[in-house]
């Protein structure tokens, strides 16, 4: 079965340089979930968009800024970049469709280092 | 807000035994959900299993089982017959409200030794 696709799967930015992350969704599923993951911690929610329209907002740094684009794709982007930015980010995405599970679907996750 | 209590740090178990990892949560949500995944050191979330609020019976995946008692708040994760693969980082993660976000635990370090 299609899994949640992330790119890159690494990437190292040196201080105030910009970064894009992206996800691709698994197939007709409507709603993308961004989290960061700091060493050591729990994953924090950042931001979800649902048909393409923010559906609700975290503890996301206003460097940050994300879309979710008409394939149902999304993009993290993340300017002036901070080494407490270095985390583990992972998209999750899930359908409203027919279902009566709140199940989350999460990609392998981009591991950004920051220097 | 939705608060998710995981009070073991670290638990050590022996290859073969059963080990349960705790979970308590605060809510006032009337419908939600209760997660397990595991977190090797690779990284990647692995889903375990899932309990909905108005299931009726407790949540079972092949090794994994939740004992979900709602009065108590507490969903807790039972891993049967541990094996060396199990070594990870467990976390506990709610989803309610309008949103279905996720809300994790600070996790529990699970240790097989053989």
């Known amino acids: 079965a299609a899994g949640v696709i992330q790119s890159p799967r690494h990437l190292i930015k040196e201080k105030r340089e910009t970064a894009t992350l992206k996800c691709y969704p698994i197939?007709?599923?409507?709603?993308v979930y961004w989290y960061q993951q700091g060493p050591g911690q729990d994953p924090q929610f950042l931001i979800s968009?649902?048909?393409?329209?923010?559906?609700d907002k975290g503890s996301i740094p206003d460097r940050f800024s994300a879309q979710q684009f008409s394939d149902y794709h999304s993009e993290l982007n993340m300017s002036s970049l901070e080494l407490g930015d270095s985390a583990l980010y992972f998209c999750?995405?899930?359908?409203?469709?027919?279902?009566?599970?709140?199940?989350?679907?999460f990609g392998p996750g981009t591991r950004l280092t920051v220097t | 807000a939705q608060k998710i209590t995981q009070t073991q740090p670290g638990m050590f178990v022996q290859e073969k035994e059963a080990v349960t990892l705790d979970c308590t949560y605060d809510?006032?949500?009337?419908?939600?959900?209760l997660f397990w995944y595991k977190q090797p050191s690779s990284g990647e979330m692995i889903f375990l299993i899932y309990?909905?609020?108005?299931?009726?019976q407790n949540a079972t995946e092949g090794r994994y089982s939740l004992n979900f008692q709602k009065a108590r708040k507490s969903a807790n994760l039972v891993i049967s017959a541990s094996q060396l693969g199990d070594s990870a980082m467990y976390f506990c993660?709610?989803?309610?409200?309008?949103?279905?976000?996720?809300?994790f635990g600070k996790g529990t370090l699970l240790t097989v030794n053989p």
């Open positions: 968009f649902y048909e393409k329209m923010q559906s």
């Open positions: 999750a995405s899930r359908t409203y469709t027919g279902t009566a599970s709140y199940e989350q679907y």
């Open positions: 993660a709610y989803s309610g409200g309008s949103n279905y976000k996720l809300t």
């Open positions: 197939p007709r599923h409507d709603t």
């Open positions: 809510t006032s949500d009337q419908s939600y959900g």
């Open positions: 309990q909905g609020s108005y299931d009726e």
